[in-house]
Structure formats: C-alpha cells, structure tokens
C-alpha cells in the first residue's frame, strides 16, 4: 500500500536532491569481430555494436518517462580492444577508436568505453600497440574512453607499464593542450581493474562476461547529504543507519531501472554499481556529504574517518537492494566532478596527499585532479604507483586519472565541461623518483594474495 | 498496473477537474485522491489505473506535463513500482 510521506519523500529525492541514474551501461562483446582484414574488422565493431545498442538510447528514455527517474547517461563499453586487434600495429587501434567514436555518436550516446589494455603482469602485442595509441586516439575522437591495468593484488605491480603510462598520460595531454589536456579525462590507469565497471572512463566489458549485459550506476549524493542533514546531531553509529538506509532507497531505484532496461532489450542483467557518484552541480556532492557529517571543510582532517565510514555504510545498505552488485561500488571522489571537492582544493584544504589516504578507503582512486603541466613523466609514474600500490595491498580497485594541464601551473584552473567539470591546478611535489621507476621489472604480489 | 499523479503548485480554481477531465479522456481510471491546501499551495496526489490507456505511458505523462504547464503547476505521473521497490522490501 502506497503512502502519502513516502510518495512525495521519493518525489522531493528526485526534483530538490537531485537523484537519479547515473549511467545505464550496455556491454558488448566484440570477440566475434576478430578479423585479419582490417577493413572487415572496423566494419564488423561498427556493425556489432550499433545493432546490439540501437535501442538502448529509446529505452533508457522511455524508463525515464516511466519512473519519472532521469536517466543521465547512456553508455557502451566493450571487450578490451587490445584483444581484439592483435594483428595490426598501432595505426590501426587508432582506426577502431575512430569506429568506436562514430558509433557511439550515431547511437547518441556520450561515452563508450573500452578501448582498454590488461597488462598486469606483463604486455601481449596488442597491449602495447594499444597503449602506444592511446594519445593519437584520445586526440582524435571525442567520446572514446580508455583505461589500462597495470597491477592486480594476484599478480602485483607490473613497473615497466606504470613508467610507459607516465609518459602515454604526459603525451595526452600534450596532444589536447588547446583543451587543457581533457584527453586525460579519457584515460585512467588502473590496479584491480573491475570487469562489469558501468562509470567512465574505466569501463570495458571483461573476458567472463555475457555476449551482452546491462550495468547500471546509481548516484545520490544530494539525497545523501539531506538525509545526514535531517538526522541532526545523532551519534556515528545512527548517522552509519541513516546512511545504509537511504543507499538502500537510491539502489532500488538503479536495480528497478536495471531490470526493466535489462527485460526491454532482451539482454541479461549484469550488475548494479553502488556508487555515490557526483556531478559538478550544486547539492551533488561527495565532499558536502562529508561535510554534513561534521567537517568544515572536506580535506580536513577527520576526511579519511568520515569517508571510510561513508563508503562502508553505503555498501551496506545498497548491497540488500540488489540481487548483483559489481563494478566500483563506493563513493566516488573525482575532484574536477563534484562541486564541494573542487571549493575545498580553490581554499587549499584539499591536497594531493590527502586525497591519496582519502583513496585508501574509497572505490576509486586519484580521480580527475589537474596537475601542473610540467609535472614530469617520472613524478606522473611515481604518483600512479603509489596510488595503485594501496590497491594491490588492500585488494581493491585504485585508478590514477591524472590531467597535466599544458601550459597552466599552481593557482590556474582546468576547464573541461559538462560533467567532467572544472579543477583548480594543485600543486605537485617534484622530487624525483626517476631512479625508482627506471629500475622497471614488477613488484611482486603482496603474500595475503596467496590464498589457495 | 497504476500510476501516481502528483500535482503542486499554487492554488486555482478547476485543478482536479482539468487533470481528472484529462485523465478520463486518456483512459485512465482514478481510484485514489489525497489533496491539500496549505495557505495558497496547492497538493494533490492521485492513484490511476493505466491498464486502458489509449495513448502511450509517456504521451499521457507529457500531456498531464503540458496541462501542467499551462496552469503554472508541476504535475508528475510515476509508475506505481519505483514507490514500491523504494519504500518496500
């Protein structure tokens, strides 16, 4: 039986606090695309794709009508595409991100993920010709995103791909200076690196996955932020029920949609990606949350507690509203995208080494801070170990997503639009770890990944 | 199946009878009403059947939208089962 505080609670979540969808995913697999013909191989992706997702675009929006739920994005993402053009050179994976692109864009949607590389213990062909492409393919198509693995808590830290990115992550940037740097937004090195991701730039539709499978990322922040808000001064152990209750609430809403855009297109449900996930808007933010919680400013210190228990509490509440629960699953930090991360580092409250312990009990990692843009390939590298070394120890999922920004310094700001936001430039520490990276080889699995 | 009709806004004469002459016409049948007036706001909360429907789910949703629109009000027509999953287990 319906009632009326319920109805207009869900309604007020949706017009005053912003909840919504944040991604409908669709991943496709693209390994019946192989080919030793190049043309046939970009013909057969094209194909694959816009046939598999032609009606993901109509659905999602019907679903929105539906529900009165808005559906913000919709999305693609694929089988790593370093597996899938193994027999040609780099010239070519700029080609299929070409393909890439220009189905995205007659499909109507914003990003597709994928165009990715798995390379934590060591490269195949293809990953490196991939990763050598990546700076060419960022530069030249405007919805492709790609992410590469460069360490998993199972076979530790492969160096020699962490010192390459340094210099693919410095190149990006350099190749889209004129937009400071926002190829870097479509790139992000990973440790752990989920197979069912729904959120960008990470996305990539994993090997053991279905032919086809829908994912779906939830958002929340806003709705979050009320309801610590309304709970007033409660002590942390009803502040932790207040917000395992109100993740329940937001992730029904994602495992509803999930379902019925999984049952409208005929294709299996994959997972639901609890994620508070934030926007650049005002009333969308991560760090106000934590600020609500008792903090006068995120960055303060108090930041790492009141996030670990945030990202602990939320997991709680969602993981009982979803029959699967996959991809990042956790409160989502990317400064550049939340509007309350991007205040707290203009008043210098929030540093790079803060947000770097902030990552050590959060889903993601160093997520779309903007850098100096001669901060040099060796601190890039540097910076990226350190941030995927949490995740290999800690058996979670880090990723550096790094914007160098040609041409700006400390006191500028990035610029990068719609939902990738704006970021002050924040300061790096330069001392040099050249030594460290050069030595290349892989840091060895941490022994509690030993567990047979 | 039903669908929830929420109707705020400032407070004029004919409201119901405007969203319930539209919901007839479209086939909608109501079967629950709350509503309230608080100083000038005006809320109103339907419970419809959409089963007969003569036009689409979202046509009829664009169209409450419209009439809305037209009387300075916000009207938003939700499948019953987002309430549900929320606010039930």
């Not at chain 1, 997702?53 to 694929?78: C, D, F, H, Q, W």
């Not at chain 1, 279905?210 to 152990?237: F, H, K, Q, Y």
């Not at chain 2, 405007?18 to 419970?47: H, P, W």
């Not at chain 2, 419809?48 to 979202?58: G, Q």
Request: overall charge negative; glycine content about 10%.
């Amino acid at each position: 039986m319906l009632n009326t505080a319920d109805i207009l609670e869900t309604i007020h979540m949706i017009r005053e606090e912003n909840l919504d969808i944040r991604t409908v995913t669709m991943g496709i697999s693209l390994w019946d695309c192989v080919s030793d013909d190049e043309s046939r191989l970009l013909s057969k992706i094209y194909d694959k794709i816009t046939t598999k997702a032609a009606r993901l675009v109509p659905v999602a929006e019907e679903i929105e009508k539906t529900y009165g739920v808005p559906i913000v994005n919709k999305r693609v993402s694929v089988t790593p595409v370093s597996l899938i053009g193994g027999a040609f050179g780099p010239e070519t994976y700029v080609k299929i991100a070409e393909t890439l692109d220009k189905a995205a864009s007659d499909l109507g949607i914003n990003f597709i993920g994928g165009f990715s590389a798995m390379v934590e213990k060591g490269f195949s062909t293809g990953a490196k010709h991939l990763i050598e492409a990546i700076p060419t393919a960022l530069a030249g198509t405007g919805c492709v995103c790609s992410g590469v693995n460069v360490a998993s808590s199972k076979a530790g830290i492969n160096m020699d791909a962490i010192r390459l990115m340094g210099g693919v992550v410095k190149e990006t940037a350099r190749r889209t200076a004129d937009k400071d740097s926002i190829g870097c937004a479509k790139l992000v090195v990973f440790g752990n690196a989920p197979q069912d991701n729904p959120f960008m730039a990470g996305a990539f539709h994993g090997v053991g996955e279905n032919e086809c499978a829908i994912n779906v990322g939830v958002s929340g922040p806003g709705v979050m932020a009320s309801a610590i808000r309304r709970a007033g001064d409660c002590d942390l152990s009803a502040l932790a029920d207040v917000i395992k209750k109100t993740a329940f609430k937001i992730t029904r809403v994602g495992q509803l949609v999930a379902g019925e855009a999984a049952k409208k297109l005929g294709v299996p449900f994959g997972i639901i990606d609890l994620s508070l996930a934030p926007t650049p808007a005002v009333g969308d933010s991560v760090a106000r949350i934590l600020e609500e919680m008792g903090l006068e400013t995120c960055g303060a210190w108090g930041t790492t507690a009141a996030l670990s228990m945030l990202n602990d509490a939320v997991k709680k509440g969602g993981v009982m509203a979803s029959s699967h629960v996959g991809g990042l699953s956790g409160a989502f930090i990317p400064v550049s995208e939340d509007e309350g991360m991007i205040a707290a580092a203009e008043c210098g409250c929030l540093t790079l080494p803060k947000l770097e312990a902030m990552t050590a009990v959060c889903s993601v990692g160093l997520d779309m801070i903007a850098i100096p843009g001669d901060t040099s390939e060796d601190v890039i590298a540097g910076i990226i170990a350190d941030e995927i070394a949490i995740g290999v120890q800690n058996t979670k999922t880090t990723a550096v997503r790094l914007i160098p920004v040609q041409g700006k310094g400390p006191g500028d700001t990035a610029v990068f639009g719609g939902l990738l936001g704006y970021a002050p430039i924040m300061p790096v520490n330069n001392a040099s770890p050249a030594r460290f990276i050069a030595r290349g080889g892989r840091i060895p699995a941490p022994i509690h990944s030993l567990k047979n | 199946m039903k669908a929830v009709i929420c109707v705020t806004g400032k407070d004029t004469k004919g409201i119901i009878a405007a969203v319930s002459a539209y919901c007839a016409e479209k086939g909608a049948n109501i079967i629950d009403i709350t509503q309230s007036v608080l100083q000038e706001y005006f809320a109103m909360i339907m419970l419809a059947e959409i089963d007969e429907l003569t036009v689409h789910f979202s046509d009829f949703a664009d169209g409450l939208d419209a009439l809305g629109k037209a009387r300075n009000l916000v009207i938003s027509v939700m499948h019953e089962d987002i309430f549900n999953t929320m606010h039930h287990i």
